[in-house]
């Protein structure tokens, strides 16, 4: 992708230097152009002004985004095993958030993995849960509601379903005080379906 659409690859060292120990040798004669970052770094892409953040994952160097552009906020959080006070701080104010809900523990406790993947995927740098998720998104310290979308994502087919992921989140926004009450879109991303253009 990165060749046909000739964009710069935003990465950080130690994850560019992950990737080029793992991927083949044409990969470099690939890129267009490398602009390193870091987590905690702000930074532009044309009127677009992005923060990068770290988020616990046993990967090289992990880090969530948030993009503001024209007064909206967009938040990207998949790929980590909990979420840090920190992160909840970065994903405040989105008008569209985009949520790992990873697993249904009770689903990947009998489901096809090895033990040991089970034990990675339920580590604190492994996946939320939809536990996780819904713990949070009850919390009216923890989430704080605003998002106009709030969009379930990192869906695994294995281990989880699309309507357990709906159920769940649903029952733990019903349990917010009606004062913060969630007035949003709760939507849920696909591996196999684009979701529709959401306009902030």
């Known amino acids: 992708m990165l060749g046909m659409w ?6 950080t060292e130690p994850t560019l230097d992950a990737m080029s120990k793992t991927l083949p040798d044409t990969f470099g004669k690939r ?20 923060h990068a953040f770290a988020i616990p994952h046993d990967a090289a160097d992990p880090i969530g985004f948030t993009f503001k552009a024209n007064g909206a906020k967009f938040a990207l959080v998949t790929d980590l095993g909990y979420l840090p006070e920190l992160v909840k701080v970065h994903l405040r ?3 569209c958030l985009v949520l790992e809900s990873n697993h249904d523990l009770d689903m990947l406790k009998v489901g096809p993995y090895p033990w040991v993947v ?3 995927v339920l580590s604190r740098t492994g996946h939320l849960s939809n536990l996780a998720v819904s713990e949070y998104l009850a919390d009216p310290d923890g989430f704080d509601a605003r998002a106009r979308y709030l969009i379930m994502a990192h869906i695994s087919q294995e281990n989880n379903h699309p309507e357990v992921v709906r159920l769940s989140a649903e029952q733990a926004l019903e349990k917010r005080p009606a004062e913060c ?18 306009e902030l």
């Open 181 to 198: 009450a969630f007035q949003g879109q709760l939507m849920l991303a696909s591996q196999a379906t684009p979701l529709k253009p959401l």
């Open 6 to 11: 000739k964009a710069p690859l935003y990465v």
């Open 93 to 95: 104010d989105a008008d």
């Open 118 to 120: 089970k034990q990675r």
């Open 31 to 50: 890129l267009n152009a490398v602009e390193k970052i870091q987590a905690g770094q702000r930074f532009a892409i044309g009127d677009i002004d992005v």
